[in-house]
T-cell receptor, first 109, second 114 residues
């Protein structure tokens, strides 16, 4: 199972952009990069995913390095509701979402 | 409707009890999953069902017995659990289980084994 490395925690101010990094140097050509987040006392929630190209949706943007060995989740304007643990996950064809330790994002008002 | 429901929300059981956790989705998804999450740890995959058949068992002890009676329902039968099995049990579903699909998670059942 491919592994990801993320900082344990990050802090941001409300209304400012947040860049959450993820390293996945052992990624294979067919692995998708998924981001999920888990708010306190809730199940994980899908944020975004991509394969090679950068992706945007209503929640966030995903920037994928050209060599695919790293990616960055971008929250354009952090709100207090974005305080959560963010998981960067590589998904292959085995159906498995293997969660790493994630990054705990603290948003200051 | 992108909701996965789980019942009960909370469960307390003794080590000799038998209980079941229930998960339901009405999105027409054919892949369903059970995860276990200990406090302050990430979720860990336990089982995967694909088209109502068990496709992955991540070496889970036999005191956990999954069942998929139809394409909308997933059960987890519990018997002779240990206190270390206390955790949040999460159910998820996805379309058919491909790598590019989104998994939709339920809110979980918080289990305490005494």
């Amino acid at each position: 199972d491919a592994k990801t490395t993320q900082p344990n925690s990050m802090e941001s101010n409300e209304e400012e952009p947040v860049h959450l990094p993820c390293n996945h140097s052992t990624i294979s050509g067919t692995d998708y990069i998924h981001w999920y987040r888990q708010l306190p006392s809730q199940g994980p929630e899908y944020v975004i995913h991509g394969l090679t190209s950068n992706v945007n949706n209503r929640m966030a943007s995903l920037a994928i390095a050209e060599d695919r060995k790293s990616s960055t989740l971008i929250l354009h304007r952090a709100t207090l509701r974005d305080a959560a643990v963010y998981y960067c996950i590589l998904m292959d064809s085995s159906y498995k979402l293997i969660f790493g330790s994630g990054t705990r994002l603290l948003v200051r008002p | 409707d992108t909701e996965v429901t789980q019942t009960p929300k909370h469960l307390v059981m003794g080590m000799t009890n038998k209980k079941s956790l229930k998960c339901e989705q009405h999105m027409g998804h054919r892949a369903m999953y059970w995860y276990k999450q200990k406090a302050k740890k990430p979720p860990e995959l336990m089982f995967v069902y694909s088209y109502e058949k068990l496709s992955i068992n991540e070496s889970v002890p036999s005191r956990f017995s999954p069942e998929c009676p139809n394409s909308s329902l997933l059960n987890l039968h519990l018997h002779a659990l240990q206190p270390e099995d206390s955790a949040l049990y999460l159910c998820a579903s996805s379309h058919v289980g491909l790598a590019e699909e989104t998994q939709y998670f339920g809110p979980g059942t918080r289990l305490l084994v005494l």
